[in-house]
C-alpha cells in the first residue's frame, strides 16, 4: 500500500514538475516578444550566428538568399516568402517575425521552432534577415488612407446570409480576378503577379484548415483595407466602405466553412 502511494505521489510531483516547466517555457518565449530590452541587440556577430543558423535550418525553402527559392520550394503550395523583398520584411514587427520563426504560419509548409532553436538562435535570424533588406528602401503603398486596426477589433456586422451575399458579390468584382472566386488563389491574373495571391479558402491536403480560419477578423480586415506590402494586395480603404469591407471578411468566413463542410463529406 505504502509502495502505491510512494509512487502515485511521485507521479503527481513529476507531472506538476512538467507543467511548471512547460509553463514556464510559454511566459519565457512570450516575455522575449513583449520586452523589448530582453531582445538581443543586433551585431555583427549575432547577424553572422544569424546566418549560420538560416543556412542550416531555413534555406532549403527559403533558398541560401533567402529569395524563396530553394531547392524544396519547388513542392511547396503556397510557396515559400521571398525575404529579400524590402517592403514584405519591413511590414513586419519584430514580433510578428518571431511568431513565425517561433510558431510557425499556419496554411503554409513554415514550421515552428520554438522547440527546435533556442530564443536567442531565433532573434539572430532575425536580425540576419533584417541585414539582408536594412540597405533598402521601403516604398509604401499609394493610399489615400490609413486606418489603424485594433488587433482584438471584431466584426460588427454579424455573420448572416445577406451580408455574405454581400460580401460575394464585392469579392467578386474586386478581389477574384486575383484570389479566385472561390477564394482559392486561382484568379485570371493570378499566374502573372509575384507572390502568388494567398489562397484563403480551399483546403489542398488532409488535416489542413483553410488559411482564413487561422487569421482573426481584425488580421483580415487590416489586411483588406490597408493592403499587404510586399505583395499585389492594394489598399481598398478609399475603395471600399468599413461597412464592405467587413461584408467581404463575412464572405471569406463562409466560403472557408463551406470548403471544410465539402472535405468532411468527401474523406469522413
Not at 225 to 232: A, D, I, L, Q, R
Request: aromatic fraction near 10%; glycine fraction near 8%.
Amino acid at each position: 500500500m505504502r509502495s502505491i502511494v510512494r509512487k502515485a505521489v511521485f507521479f503527481l510531483f513529476f507531472s506538476m514538475t512538467a507543467v511548471v516547466l512547460l509553463v514556464g517555457v510559454d511566459q519565457h518565449v512570450v516575455a522575449w516578444v513583449r520586452d523589448g530590452r530582453r531582445v538581443p541587440p543586433a551585431t555583427p556577430e549575432s547577424i553572422k550566428a544569424g546566418q549560420l543558423v538560416f543556412f542550416e535550418y531555413c534555406s532549403g525553402c527559403h533558398g541560401r538568399r533567402a529569395d524563396g527559392r530553394g531547392p524544396q520550394s519547388l513542392n511547396l503550395n503556397p510557396k515559400p516568402q521571398n525575404l529579400r523583398n524590402a517592403q514584405f520584411v519591413k511590414y513586419l514587427t519584430d514580433e510578428r517575425m518571431y511568431s513565425s520563426v517561433s510558431g510557425g504560419v499556419r496554411g503554409t509548409a513554415m514550421p515552428a521552432f520554438e522547440f527546435t532553436l533556442t530564443p536567442e538562435k531565433r532573434w539572430n535570424v532575425i536580425h540576419y534577415l533584417r541585414s539582408l533588406t536594412a540597405d533598402d528602401t521601403l516604398n509604401l503603398p499609394n493610399s489615400i488612407a490609413y486606418q489603424r486596426v485594433q488587433s482584438d477589433a471584431g466584426n460588427p456586422i454579424p455573420l448572416t446570409d445577406t451580408s455574405v451575399a454581400r460580401g460575394r458579390v464585392i469579392f467578386l468584382n474586386y478581389c477574384g480576378s486575383c484570389h479566385g472566386a472561390r477564394a482559392d488563389g486561382k484568379g485570371v491574373i493570378a499566374q502573372n503577379l509575384v507572390p502568388a495571391p494567398r489562397n484563403l479558402a480551399a483546403i489542398t491536403s488532409w488535416g489542413e484548415k483553410p488559411f482564413v480560419d487561422y487569421l482573426s477578423d481584425a488580421r483580415l480586415y487590416d489586411s483588406i483595407t490597408n493592403s499587404v506590402p510586399g505583395t499585389s494586395m492594394l489598399p481598398w480603404i478609399g475603395v471600399l466602405t468599413d461597412e464592405e469591407r467587413w461584408h467581404t471578411v463575412n464572405f471569406l468566413r463562409s466560403e472557408a466553412q463551406h470548403q471544410r463542410e465539402k472535405y468532411s463529406q468527401l474523406y469522413d
